[in-house]
């Protein structure tokens, strides 16, 4: 069901609008066991959405290789399915349709017909088929998406920070959502997120990346029991260790154009 | 649970205390059914007003009603033309009153009755101003300002031959029109698709699209093998000119993120166009095919008016021609029912393609 996806040696560059080369990505490596659920956390602007882009297939490296069971990812797939950061759904189909749309994208519209009322309800939007995305809530947008992702059954789920525009009642229900949606479904999860709190209660690892340039600057393991609780003290030391490792990061000297 | 069913309970028992109240008093306003029957008599009472003003109010012009025999339905009818507008008026009123009692049962449409029940008082009372002004005491120039009745005499002298020009219209309209829509939604979406297509087609659009179609007529009329045809051609070019604009303009800027996320999902090329960039550009083409009909009709009158063997800007012409005002003033009040008719069409037709955006832009 789930397959083992590796960044080796990633590099993106772009460059802004006064044509500044910004190092987006540098010297990235990272290997993904299958079924894992890995949580990459970082401040603003330490390329997340870009390794996110490059694991999906949007974008291409300038240097070094990203693979996907040993081959290497040209273009997208619906094998990797995606969750923008915000506003994925088609204003103008109505939920059920965004949901089919894959279905009939891949032209298997017909015979997976009933599938579409079954992953409604995996979201928990029964009641909804009908109404079109600036009719529901933030939150209900973002399950739609993940529902239009699953529906296309990938290998894995890259998500963009689905919750970052949520309030906190709204992203712990959705969060709980998805450990199930994970464990229903068993496949790779893949998560943007800008929340440590979130990063430990989901994952089974996190990716800590730094800015200017961007890289990854640490991995932790998050071994703790399932299900997780938010005050225990594990959780707490976790979260406290994390934080002193971004405080270490923030006091390395920067260079001069940071703000 | 038992907390949730005495909550259950108690939320009943209050549905079952408002509710008979609710309904027997109805706030004032336009579910209340006194307020209207109100609205209702006030829709009729100025078209009942013009009647009895046309029947009261004294002739004091030398105007001659003219009688004419109407054979239709296998009937013979012998009228004046002041009793046909009479006539006109009770088929407002029992049309109107035909409205209120459609109207009834639906909660939107009887607040759409109420609001226009006050500016259909004024039309019965402008008919009535009009037939005093322009019949009774014919204090407007003359020939150029006739009464209501002399309009209706335009129908009733001329009857077949003005179905004759109206339907001439609607054919040349119909042909032109959709032909247009057709061929500026198939560039619209080329150039809107293809950048090659845009770097080539988009500046002619561009130059040629702000000279007015009726300028083409004299090549049109003698390019062309009729002048139909010549006419159904400056009508096309009217419309595929804005709608091809506005078009390309919706495909260009549908968001690359809608794209991607197409792509993801396993759309192919072709669905990229058919299932995300046109419905995107649905609401620019429509706003394109709304303000190309506005520009099809002028474009269909002057070129009927300068060089058609029919149609109701040729009937215009001629009755001018003879200074039968009252003629022309009878085919600009045809113009008027038929083209809010077809923009009402297009209206509607609108409005299902973009049920999506319901409440989503302010109206
Ligand atoms: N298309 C682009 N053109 C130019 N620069 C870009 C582009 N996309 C990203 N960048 C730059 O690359 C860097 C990383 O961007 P990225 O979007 O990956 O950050 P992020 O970690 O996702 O940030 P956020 O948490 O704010 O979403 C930023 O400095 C950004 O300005
Ligand atoms: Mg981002």
């Not at chain 1, 990797?80 to 939920?95: A, E, I």
């Not at chain 2, 029957?37 to 003003?53: E, M």
């Not at chain 2, 038929?338 to 069409?345: R, T």
Request: glycine share 8%; hydrophobic share 45%; charged share 20%.
């Amino acid at each position: 069901m789930s397959s083992t996806i590796s960044v080796n040696n990633v590099n993106r560059i772009y460059s802004d609008a006064e044509g500044n080369k910004v190092n987006a990505l540098y010297n990235v490596d990272l290997d993904i066991r299958p079924g894992e659920f890995i949580s990459i956390i970082g401040p603003s602007g330490c390329g997340k959405t870009t390794l996110l882009r490059l694991i999906a297939g949007l974008d291409k490296p300038q240097s070094g290789e990203l693979t996907i069971d040993g081959s290497r990812i040209n273009d997208v797939s619906p094998e990797r399915g995606y969750v923008f950061q915000q506003g994925g759904l088609f204003p103008w189909l109505n939920v059920e349709n965004n949901i089919a749309y894959g279905l009939k994208a891949r032209k298997v519209y017909k015979k997976n017909k009933d599938k579409i009322s079954r992953y409604i309800s995996m979201v928990g939007l029964d009641g909804f088929e009908k109404s079109y995305p600036h009719q529901i809530s933030g939150g209900m947008a973002q399950r739609v998406a993940i529902a239009r992702a699953l529906i296309n059954e990938p290998k894995a789920l890259l998500l963009d920070e689905p919750m970052g525009a949520l309030d906190s009642f709204t992203r712990a229900d959705l969060q709980d959502k998805i450990l199930e949606l994970w464990k229903e479904n068993g496949i790779t999860m893949i998560l943007v997120t800008h929340d440590i709190d979130e990063a430990i209660y989901l994952s089974d690892r996190i990716v800590i990346m730094t800015p200017r340039p961007g890289k990854i600057s640490k991995i932790i393991d998050v071994d703790l029991p399932r299900p997780r609780h938010r005050g225990g003290s594990e959780f707490l030391s976790m979260r406290k260790s994390i934080l002193e490792h971004f405080e270490l990061a923030q006091a390395q000297p920067q260079p001069e154009y940071m703000i | 649970m038992n907390g949730q069913i005495a909550l259950k309970g108690s939320l009943r028992n209050s549905a079952e205390k408002e509710k008979p109240t609710a309904e027997k008093k109805a706030k004032w306003g336009y579910r209340h059914n006194g307020y209207y029957a109100l609205k209702a008599l006030l829709t009729i009472s100025g078209f009942v007003a013009a009647i009895i003003i046309n029947i009261v109010f004294p002739q004091k012009a030398a105007v001659e009603f003219k009688t004419y025999v109407i054979n239709a339905l296998g009937l013979s009818v012998t009228l004046n033309i002041n009793d046909a507008y009479i006539f006109v008026l009770v088929a407002l009123i029992l049309i109107f009153t035909g409205a209120g009692i459609v109207s009834l049962k639906d909660k939107e449409k009887r607040k759409k009755f109420c609001k226009a029940a006050a500016f259909r008082f004024a039309l019965g009372i402008a008919l009535a101003v009009w037939d005093i002004g322009g019949t009774k005491l014919q204090v407007f120039a003359q020939p150029f300002f006739p009464g209501p009745a002399q309009v209706i005499e335009a129908y009733l002298a001329d009857g077949e031959y003005v179905v004759q020009n109206t339907l001439y219209s609607l054919r040349l309209y119909a042909a032109g029109f959709s032909s247009g829509v057709l061929l500026g939604v198939g560039t619209g979406i080329l150039i809107g698709w293809f950048p090659k297509v845009y770097y080539w087609v988009f500046p002619i659009l561009k130059i040629t699209g702000v000279v007015p179609a009726v300028a083409w007529m004299p090549f049109a009329l003698t390019l062309l093998p009729n002048s139909f045809t010549a006419a159904v051609f400056l009508i096309v070019i009217c419309a595929w000119f804005q709608i091809a604009f506005l078009t390309a303009q919706g495909i260009q800027s549908t968001p690359k993120q809608n794209y991607e996320a197409a792509r993801i999902l396993g759309s192919s090329q072709l669905g990229l166009i058919f299932n995300v960039a046109i419905p995107h550009a649905m609401p620019d083409i429509f706003t394109g095919i709304s303000s190309a009909n506005a520009m099809a009709f002028t474009t269909l009158v002057m070129s009927e008016m300068l060089g058609q063997p029919g149609g109701l800007g040729y009937y215009i012409n001629q009755s001018k021609v003879w200074s039968a005002y009252y003629k022309v003033l009878a085919a600009i009040v045809i113009m008027a029912v038929l083209f809010s008719l077809i923009n009402y069409l297009i209206g509607r037709i609108r409005k299902r393609a973009l049920r999506w955006q319901e409440g989503v832009l302010k109206k």
